[in-house]
């Protein structure tokens, strides 16, 4: 065995042994070794919540996803994640850092384009993949070009957004009940994402004629302030990029209004939109629970919440007069009292 303490008359030489000791870790770490012991603990659990959501899903299809529960530490059995492991998959884990080469990767890109990932998916494959060997250069366990960027990647196209008809809109809105409805509303009515709108809590909402402050800032009547979002399960600060302040569509006013009077959860850190349970409501359980099944009874496929954010921004006066018009009509004349009767669900 190697003596990995050089004595006084090898310390002149100590960077050449140093490096030789390096050599050695680096022969003998897997990939799989590699993200967890490093890569994992030092660059992606120093993210925010999102980017480590976003690197542990997309390390799936590098590593076997029983494999990167362990080092989440998620339990594979109670995993709400749909990816199982592919018998075939080239997955690189088990491959030694310097046996990774541009071929390898360039077999799990064409699986996964052959599997039908969108372009984008593929890229954010190769990103992390390249993340990987960014920071084994870094920690100096890998020597030599990142085999990532050498890759070729298929020519990037975007997939269209469905786009709702007025028709179809007021059909859904139609079978729509709390929070569904509200959600889409808020999404259609102003700029706020899904994140964000289940992230609203009263202190950050002046329904009032006269300024007011939260946190010693400045909030201007009847607006609503993006300060905080609630994604995948915890609550934290929006990006200063993302801190902006919406007035308040004539459309919504009357359905926070109510809801701001109702006896339970209407305290200035409670949520807008909320379960039985205090909690924020979860817009990932309500697409599954709610969304999709709506769209079957109307046969609108693809029926999600970033439907009905496209729905507002790309005719956003048009579609502002057709819900006015959608709620005064006598075939909808309940809904708008429904849309403001809030009835936490859980």
Same mark, same amino acid.
């Given at each position: 065995? &190697?003596? @990995?303490?050089?004595?006084? =008359?090898? !310390? ?8 030789? $000791? *390096?050599?050695? %870790? ?23 919540? &999102?980017? @480590?959501?976003?690197?542990? =899903?997309? !390390? ?8 990167? $529960? *362990?080092?989440? %530490? ?273």
């Amino acid at each position: 065995m &190697a003596n @990995r303490n050089p004595s006084r =008359a090898d !310390l002149t030489n100590f960077p050449a042994w140093l490096r030789q $000791d *390096r050599l050695a %870790q680096r022969s003998d770490m897997t990939l799989a070794e590699f993200v967890k012991s490093k890569f994992v603990p030092e660059r992606v659990m120093a993210m925010r919540l &999102a980017g @480590r959501a976003h690197y542990q =899903a997309l !390390l799936k299809h590098i590593v076997p996803p029983a494999d990167v $529960d *362990r080092m989440f %530490q998620v339990d594979s059995e109670k995993s709400s994640g749909k990816l199982k492991v592919l018998p075939d998959w080239p997955y690189l884990g088990n491959l030694r850092l310097d046996d990774v080469g541009p071929d390898q990767i360039e077999r799990l890109i064409v699986a996964a384009v052959n599997r039908g990932y969108s372009t984008q998916t593929v890229l954010h494959i190769r990103n992390v993949v390249s993340a990987i060997f960014l920071h084994a250069h870094r920690v100096n366990l890998f020597s030599g070009s990142n085999p990532a960027k050498i890759v070729t990647l298929p020519k990037l196209t975007h997939r269209n957004t469905r786009l709702l008809s007025h028709a179809q809109a007021k059909e859904v809105l139609a079978l729509m009940r709390y929070p569904e409805r509200e959600i889409a509303l808020m999404a259609m009515l102003t700029k706020m994402n899904i994140a964000e709108i289940c992230g609203l809590q009263w202190k950050h909402l002046n329904l009032t004629g006269v300024w007011s402050s939260v946190d010693g800032e400045p909030i201007p009547p009847l607006t609503i302030a993006v300060r905080r979002r609630w994604y995948r399960g915890e609550m934290d600060n929006v990006k200063p990029g993302r801190k902006r302040n919406f007035p308040i569509p004539a459309l919504l006013l009357p359905m926070l209004l109510r809801a701001s009077g109702r006896r339970m959860y209407s305290g200035p850190n409670d949520f807008v939109l909320v379960s039985k349970a205090g909690t924020p409501v979860n817009p990932n359980n309500i697409a599954e629970r709610r969304l999709r099944l709506i769209g079957v009874e109307l046969q609108i496929p693809g029926l999600s919440w970033n439907v009905f954010r496209h729905a507002g921004m790309n005719s956003e006066s048009e579609f502002e007069t057709e819900l006015h018009f959608l709620l005064a009509t006598r075939a909808y004349s309940g809904l708008l009292q429904d849309i403001v009767t809030v009835q936490p669900i859980g």
